[in-house]
């Protein structure tokens, strides 16, 4: 499971700074969605070898009768659901009466704490950290955001005994990325055989109120369906395993259904944070969107998650009952217009409450899911590369043809291309638009993000 850090602090200490510089590399995918904006309160983040989910709590000001209520309700849920807080101090300002009820608030939660001094620039860091001993939370970790200094050996201070603890094996590679082997047609053919027998985890998400819990119990209700009880912890979504049509699936309940039909339990509040794990944690993600709501900021929110996280989409516009015409006119206008972007997701309308279109979903995720995963051999992707450069030359560049050599797999899930050539890092972005979309053609990718990258060299 990723691990989930917390920056928690007074307003001004450098959180955002801080936020910023952790999500920067990661976010990126959103750039090339230009209907999507990052978001600035949960990101994603890769450093130290290690992928985390990092959320920005904002300002909390102790200082204002008693914390329980000046904190908002969205930071204290964001730090009961962090593996790692990170209480951010200002080295400069010196330990503030707000920092001391934020300290005693965090040693009451009895969360894994590190206190860290921040803007230790071009002071003398060691007598100006001294004092934030006194918090009671242990070592103080020096650092300056604005400059990136510590930040590295701060994550990796703060993640490695959690990462440990949890069995989560440190990526090695910069760029965070799994190096993936080479597979020949036979091996390709036999890793997909052997995925298909796979359960594919699927995340139901959605901004609350859209139909998630009654879809669910729509999926779950079917009699094709074989249902298997699994307990879940309250802090996270509840996995449900089940097997249709000879196809295994493990259903991602953000939404807490299976929690709710016992008694004593409460029902979830809607949680950003459930539903970031949720989305890292699966191969497909079936966002769901209210038809009578229109597209609204959240639902575009999490729709960034998922493209982040390169996830196979699937899209269900659900309450397509009792409509008039007019209406589902004016919504497919507005997908046209704020989701055209993502060309390679299919959108469903569908009825949870009445069942209508529901089965048709399995088709769509099936297809999704065979997509972002499917092996495919370096020979069978040298040659889709080879027949886009006869298709369509790739330009001259100081006067020489790039010149492209081989194409490999460089993971999956999402698909990722990986090119080497000469001079291919000088290939403009239209031509790499236009090879992602030639192997998205050749490949029949569909529901799923294809990531290329350029290696110059042999
Ligand atoms: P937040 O309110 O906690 O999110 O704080 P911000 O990230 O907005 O930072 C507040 C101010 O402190 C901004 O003007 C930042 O540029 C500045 N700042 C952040 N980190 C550093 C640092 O490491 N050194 C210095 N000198 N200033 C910093
Ligand atoms: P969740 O918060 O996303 O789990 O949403 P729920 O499944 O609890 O649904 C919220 C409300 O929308 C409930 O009153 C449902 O009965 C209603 N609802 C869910 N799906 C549909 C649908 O397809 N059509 C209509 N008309 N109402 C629906």
């Given at each position: 499971m990723?691990?989930?850090?917390?920056?928690?602090?007074?307003?001004?200490?450098?959180?955002?700074?801080?936020?910023?510089?952790?999500?920067?590399?990661?976010?990126?995918?959103?750039?090339?969605?230009?209907?999507?904006?990052?978001?600035?309160?949960?990101?994603?983040?890769?450093?130290?070898?290690?992928?985390?989910?990092?959320?920005?709590?904002?300002?909390?000001?102790?200082?204002?009768?008693?914390?329980?209520?000046?904190?908002?309700?969205?930071?204290?849920?964001?730090?009961?659901e962090?593996?790692?807080?990170?209480?951010?101090?200002?080295?400069?300002?010196?330990?503030?009466?707000?920092?001391?009820?934020?300290?005693?608030?965090?040693?009451?939660?009895?969360?894994?704490?590190?206190?860290?001094?921040?803007?230790?620039?071009?002071?003398?860091?060691?007598?100006?950290?001294?004092?934030?001993?006194?918090?009671?939370?242990?070592?103080?970790?020096?650092?300056?955001?604005?400059?990136?200094?510590?930040?590295?050996?701060?994550?990796?201070?703060?993640?490695?005994?959690?990462?440990?603890?949890?069995?989560?094996?440190?990526?090695?590679?910069?760029?965070?990325?799994?190096?993936?082997?080479?597979?020949?047609?036979?091996?390709?053919?036999?890793?997909?055989?052997?995925?298909?027998?796979?359960?594919?985890k699927?995340a139901i998400?959605?901004?609350?109120?859209?139909?998630?819990?009654?879809?669910i119990?729509?999926?779950?209700?079917?009699?094709?369906?074989?249902v298997y009880d699994e307990p879940g912890t309250t802090r996270d979504s509840i996995y449900i395993p089940?097997?249709?049509?000879?196809?295994?699936?493990v259903l991602i309940d953000t939404a807490g259904v299976r929690r709710r039909s016992k008694?004593h339990e409460v029902v979830e509040?809607?949680s950003?944070?459930k539903?970031?794990k949720a989305?890292?944690d699966?191969?497909?993600?079936?966002?769901?969107?209210?038809?009578?709501?229109?597209?609204?900021?959240?639902?575009?929110?999490?729709?960034?998650?998922?493209?982040?996280?390169?996830?196979?989409?699937?899209?269900?516009?659900?309450?397509?009952?009792?409509?008039?015409?007019?209406?589902?006119?004016?919504?497919?206008?507005?997908?046209?217009?704020?989701?055209?972007?993502?060309?390679?997701?299919?959108?469903?309308?569908?009825?949870?409450?009445?069942?209508?279109?529901?089965?048709?979903?399995?088709?769509?995720?099936?297809?999704?899911?065979?997509?972002?995963?499917?092996?495919?051999?370096?020979?069978?992707?040298?040659?889709?590369?080879?027949?886009?450069?006869?298709?369509?030359?790739?330009?001259?560049?100081?006067?020489?043809?790039?010149?492209?050599?081989?194409?490999?797999?460089?993971?999956?899930?999402?698909?990722?291309?990986?090119?080497?050539?000469?001079?291919?890092?000088?290939?403009?972005?239209?031509?790499?638009?236009?090879?992602?979309?030639?192997?998205?053609?050749?490949?029949?990718?569909?529901?799923?993000?294809?990531?290329?990258?350029?290696?110059?060299?042999?």
């Amino acid at each position: 499971m990723i691990p989930v850090v917390a920056l928690v602090g007074r307003p001004n200490v450098g959180k955002s700074t801080l936020f910023n510089r952790l999500t920067r590399t990661r976010d990126a995918l959103v750039a090339d969605f230009p209907g999507l904006t990052r978001d600035r309160k949960y990101g994603r983040a890769f450093l130290a070898g290690y992928e985390f989910i990092v959320v920005d709590t904002g300002g909390i000001d102790g200082t204002e009768e008693g914390i329980e209520t000046k904190m908002a309700e969205q930071s204290l849920a964001a730090i009961e659901e962090a593996d790692v807080v990170l209480f951010m101090t200002d080295a400069r300002a010196g330990l503030t009466a707000a920092d001391l009820a934020i300290a005693q608030h965090l040693r009451s939660r009895d969360k894994v704490t590190f206190v860290v001094a921040n803007k230790v620039d071009g002071i003398d860091a060691d007598s100006a950290c001294g004092e934030f001993w006194s918090l009671g939370l242990g070592e103080v970790y020096q650092m300056a955001a604005a400059q990136g200094r510590g930040v590295t050996n701060m994550i990796d201070y703060a993640l490695t005994p959690y990462a440990e603890a949890m069995g989560i094996v440190r990526e090695l590679d910069e760029e965070g990325e799994q190096v993936e082997r080479e597979y020949t047609e036979e091996e390709a053919e036999a890793e997909q055989t052997r995925l298909q027998n796979l359960p594919i985890k699927l995340a139901i998400i959605g901004k609350p109120n859209v139909g998630k819990s009654t879809l669910i119990n729509r999926i779950l209700g079917e009699e094709r369906v074989v249902v298997y009880d699994e307990p879940g912890t309250t802090r996270d979504s509840i996995y449900i395993p089940m097997s249709r049509e000879g196809r295994e699936y493990v259903l991602i309940d953000t939404a807490g259904v299976r929690r709710r039909s016992k008694v004593h339990e409460v029902v979830e509040k809607f949680s950003v944070i459930k539903t970031l794990k949720a989305v890292e944690d699966a191969n497909v993600v079936l966002l769901v969107i209210d038809a009578r709501e229109g597209i609204a900021e959240q639902d575009l929110g999490l729709l960034g998650f998922a493209l982040n996280a390169g996830r196979a989409l699937v899209i269900a516009v659900n309450k397509w009952d009792g409509i008039d015409q007019l209406v589902k006119d004016r919504v497919k206008s507005e997908l046209d217009r704020r989701l055209g972007f993502i060309d390679f997701a299919r959108i469903h309308f569908i009825s949870a409450l009445h069942g209508t279109g529901v089965g048709h979903l399995y088709e769509s995720i099936e297809e999704a899911y065979d997509s972002a995963t499917r092996r495919v051999s370096t020979s069978m992707l040298t040659r889709i590369m080879q027949m886009s450069q006869e298709d369509h030359q790739p330009p001259l560049v100081n006067g020489r043809r790039v010149k492209l050599k081989y194409a490999h797999a460089g993971g999956y899930n999402p698909p990722i291309v990986v090119v080497h050539g000469n001079q291919v890092s000088k290939l403009p972005d239209s031509y790499k638009r236009y090879m992602m979309n030639y192997f998205r053609r050749s490949l029949k990718v569909v529901g799923t993000p294809i990531q290329l990258r350029f290696h110059e060299g042999a």
